[in-house]
């Protein structure tokens, strides 16, 4: 549950991913992991990491970030060749990445899908674009959330319907609890998630949600609470509808996936502890939960 720190090589990117240390909800490749399992998640982790603060971090214009991400895409196809070419940009992204693709024949496709979410971040937020609903918010989670999900299952050699529909409700439950947990981040970055047309039906728009908004009167503060409350009551029936998945998976992987699942919903209880006001401050998930997500873990 420590920063992770990332970063990206490309000298011609400064600013948009280096060096750059990350809060997160939940560990990764942790001790529960399987050993032989380790490497492969943390190149899987990294890989998505360094794409998403390619697409996020620092001042870089629009064009230069989709540039980069690029120069990215054509490394993953690189790494993926047996050309036995090394990339010069990001080795110490491709490098381990490319021993998993091999090893562990990773699917392309997932890998591909997490670039252009990335992508669509960065044109959606220079276009100042609004999700229009929780189902086209869904469909950008199926590109930047759900092939996490499914590579991590493919390293198990987990591929049954019912398991990849369960891996896809929690990975896009916990990208949703994410984004809810980050207004405070997100909207004066002009990185927009919520959805416009439930905004509509409380009488809101975003602007409403910013610091500056003139309608800070106690009927607005309500509406935002109840969009907010609304939010993350879906993302917990997502979340609670995946997780039997944790319970199916055998041993370690099983015992990691309650806690992922856990930590999510310990994200969402801090969230409605401050009134679902987290347009005005991030809530964490910190050391001092690990005793209780351990008790929920054990009762699941």
């Keep these: 549950m420590a920063p992770t720190p990332i970063s990206a090589s490309d000298p011609n990117a400064q600013g948009l991913a280096g060096n750059v240390a990350h809060y997160e909800n939940f560990p990764v490749a942790s001790w529960l992991c399987p050993a032989p399992l380790r490497a492969p998640v943390a190149a899987i982790y990294h890989f998505a990491r360094t794409a998403d603060d390619l697409a996020d971090e620092g001042d870089a214009p629009a064009a230069e970030r989709l540039s980069?991400?690029?120069?990215?895409?054509?490394?993953?196809?690189?790494?993926?060749?047996?050309?036995?070419?090394?990339?010069?940009?990001?080795?110490?992204?491709?490098?381990?990445?490319?021993?998993?693709?091999?090893?562990?024949?990773?699917?392309?496709?997932?890998?591909?899908?997490?670039?252009?979410?990335?992508?669509?971040?960065?044109?959606?937020?220079?276009?100042?674009?609004?999700?229009?609903?929780?189902?086209?918010?869904?469909?950008?989670?199926?590109?930047?959330?759900?092939?996490?999900?499914?590579?991590?299952?493919?390293?198990?050699?987990?591929?049954?319907?019912?398991?990849?529909?369960?891996?896809?409700?929690?990975?896009?439950?916990?990208?949703?609890?994410?984004?809810?947990?980050?207004?405070?981040?997100?909207?004066?970055?002009?990185?927009?998630?919520?959805?416009?047309?439930?905004?509509?039906?409380?009488?809101?728009?975003?602007?409403?949600?910013?610091?500056?908004?003139?309608?800070?009167?106690?009927?607005?503060?309500q509406a935002r609470q109840a969009v907010v409350a609304e939010l993350c009551h879906h993302a917990r029936g997502l979340m609670e509808q995946g997780a039997p998945l944790a319970r199916g998976l055998p041993g370690r992987a099983g015992w990691e996936l309650r806690l992922v699942v856990q930590g999510g919903l310990r994200v969402l209880d801090r969230i409605g502890r401050i009134g679902h006001r987290s347009w005005h401050h991030r809530p964490t998930v910190g050391r001092t939960d690990i005793p209780l997500l351990f008790w929920r873990c054990l009762w699941m």
């Design 68 to 221: 980069a991400l690029a120069r990215y895409r054509n490394s993953l196809d690189l790494a993926a060749s047996h050309s036995g070419l090394d990339d010069k940009d990001w080795p110490q992204v491709f490098g381990p990445l490319r021993v998993a693709l091999h090893g562990h024949h990773l699917p392309m496709p997932l890998l591909h899908d997490l670039i252009n979410a990335f992508e669509q971040d960065v044109r959606h937020t220079d276009g100042g674009h609004h999700y229009a609903s929780l189902d086209e918010l869904l469909a950008y989670c199926r590109l930047s959330a759900n092939p996490v999900g499914r590579l991590l299952l493919h390293l198990y050699g987990v591929s049954d319907a019912l398991s990849l529909q369960r891996s896809d409700q929690i990975c896009s439950a916990l990208q949703l609890i994410n984004f809810w947990q980050d207004l405070s981040v997100d909207l004066p970055r002009q990185r927009h998630y919520l959805p416009s047309d439930l905004l509509a039906r409380h009488g809101l728009t975003h602007e409403d949600f910013l610091a500056g908004s003139p309608r800070q009167d106690a009927t607005t503060e």
